[in-house]
Nanobody, 123 residues
Framework: QLQASGGGLVQAGGSLRLSCTAS????????VGWFRQAPGKEREWLVS????????YYAGSVKGRFTVSRNVAANTVYLQMNSLKPEDTAVYYC??????????????????WGQGTLVTVSS
């Protein structure tokens, strides 16, 4: 089970940190990805992190503003989001996959999803 949390309302230029905690499943063979979906839009891949080794892979749209990290002891992945813009408003999801790096952007490659947490950025 994946539990995403940390969403909320923030002003443009502000920051939020999202958390994704896994329970009942070791993540050693997985990568954890963050996606978002705005109303009327397709689900967009943001970043993935390999649990073993911590390798990270970012979408160009968020590189430099968003940072992913993990706490192995807490079985938790974080998404630090800075310089938020109104267009970052969306439901943010975490998910896990065993796929290869070149396919990490593909939501269909992910096996399990968290329930989503809403981020609203006001102008």
């Amino acid at each position: 089970q994946l539990q995403a949390s940390g969403g909320g309302l923030v002003q443009a230029g502000g920051s939020l940190r999202l958390s994704c905690t896994a329970s009942g499943r070791p993540l050693s063979n997985y990568a954890v990805g963050w996606f978002r979906q705005a109303p009327g839009k397709e689900r967009e891949w943001l970043v993935s992190i390999r649990w073993s080794g911590g390798g990270t892979y970012y979408a160009g749209s968020v590189k430099g503003r968003f940072t992913v990290s993990r706490n192995v002891a807490a079985n938790t992945v974080y998404l630090q989001m800075n310089s938020l813009k109104p267009e970052d408003t969306a439901v943010y999801y975490c998910a896990i996959t065993r796929t290869i790096v070149s396919n990490m952007h593909n939501p269909h490659a992910y096996d399990y999803w968290g329930q989503g947490t809403l981020v609203t950025v006001s102008s």
